[in-house]
């Protein structure tokens, strides 16, 4: 499904990364790949991706900083002259903007966390639109459901609705060049990221109660199956999309099931941040 496709993922931090889960089942669809990492996760990011089959290339990105975006450009044209594709598995907030008081959040936090999450998809963009061949390419972007509010995740929320709306301007924009811009909207998943959103477990009690399909939290794998066929050829008039990888939470109104637990059993929040 995707071979001979020469795809740039970022993202990988972890063996439990979306985006590790995503590189690996596009490896065995048969597709080329170049990594970037954040310069304080490369170490980790070259431990996860020894597992993958070959050694990547890891290239630094920071997606916060605009020349980080140029020299990736150069190196993905340096090494593989072209992109077919692209994921943008890249989220962050600070602390105060993911939990707590909505309206106490700095506008500098909220600021990080929609440059971070949702202008990044843009940028990106601009990567693959330089590089793609001439019959076109496709980006994907990891979403979590932005339709409305959240229990916990605040300004990340707003920054994912964003990134939403920038989807459908990429395809816009893109889409006259042959260039697809879809979403996968995940259920959740315990990764790094999910780690650091206070009362996460909260949203896995949701799921547990509301998804007609079991949800498993350990299993990336159905999101980086969608994100392969977003990828690939077959997904070639689908463009401007939020494709539901949750167990279809999205589509019930309410709970099917009885809680398993009680609230007062949920546990408290974990401290990291990212
Ligand atoms: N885990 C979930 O429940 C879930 C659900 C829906 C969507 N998502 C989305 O999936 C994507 C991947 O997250 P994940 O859950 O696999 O977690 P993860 O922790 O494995 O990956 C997050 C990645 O973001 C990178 N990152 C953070 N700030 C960065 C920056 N400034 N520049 C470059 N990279 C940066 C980290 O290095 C890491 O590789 C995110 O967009 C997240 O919002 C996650």
Not at 44 to 54: D, I, N, T
Not at 83 to 93: I, M, N
Request: hydrophobic share 50%.
């Amino acid at each position: 499904m995707l071979d001979g496709k020469r795809l740039l993922v970022t993202g990988l931090v972890t063996t439990d990364s979306i985006a590790f889960a995503t590189a690996q089942r596009a490896q065995e669809l048969g597709a080329e790949l170049l990594l970037t990492a954040l310069d304080r996760d490369r170490e980790r990011c070259l431990e996860a991706a020894a597992q993958l089959s070959g050694m990547p290339q890891v290239v630094s990105l920071d997606v916060t900083k605009s020349e980080d975006f140029d020299r990736l450009a150069t190196v993905a044209r340096a090494e593989f002259g072209r992109l077919d594709g692209a994921l943008h598995a890249v989220a962050f907030a600070p602390r105060d903007a993911l939990a707590g008081d909505f309206l106490a959040a700095s506008a500098e936090s909220a600021e990080l966390a929609f440059r971070t999450s949702a202008f990044s998809y843009a940028s990106l963009a601009r990567v693959l639109a330089d590089l793609a061949p001439p019959q076109g390419a496709a980006l994907v972007g990891l979403d979590f459901d932005a339709a409305g509010a959240w229990p916990v995740y605040n300004w990340m929320g707003v920054s994912k609705a964003a990134l939403e709306s920038v989807n459908r301007y990429l395809a816009r924009d893109l889409g006259p060049r042959g260039i697809r811009a879809n979403l996968v909207a995940a259920g959740p998943l315990r990764t790094r990221a999910a780690g650091g959103i206070p009362d996460f477990q909260r949203l896995l009690d949701a799921w547990d109660t509301q998804a007609p399909i079991p949800w498993d939290p350990a299993d990336a794998g159905p999101v980086a199956d969608a994100t392969c066929f977003l990828l690939s050829d077959l997904a070639r008039a689908i463009t401007g999309e939020i494709l539901h990888v949750d167990g279809g939470y999205h589509a019930m109104a309410g709970a099917l099931r009885a809680p398993a637990r009680d609230a007062s059993e949920v546990g408290e929040p974990v401290a990291a941040a990212t």
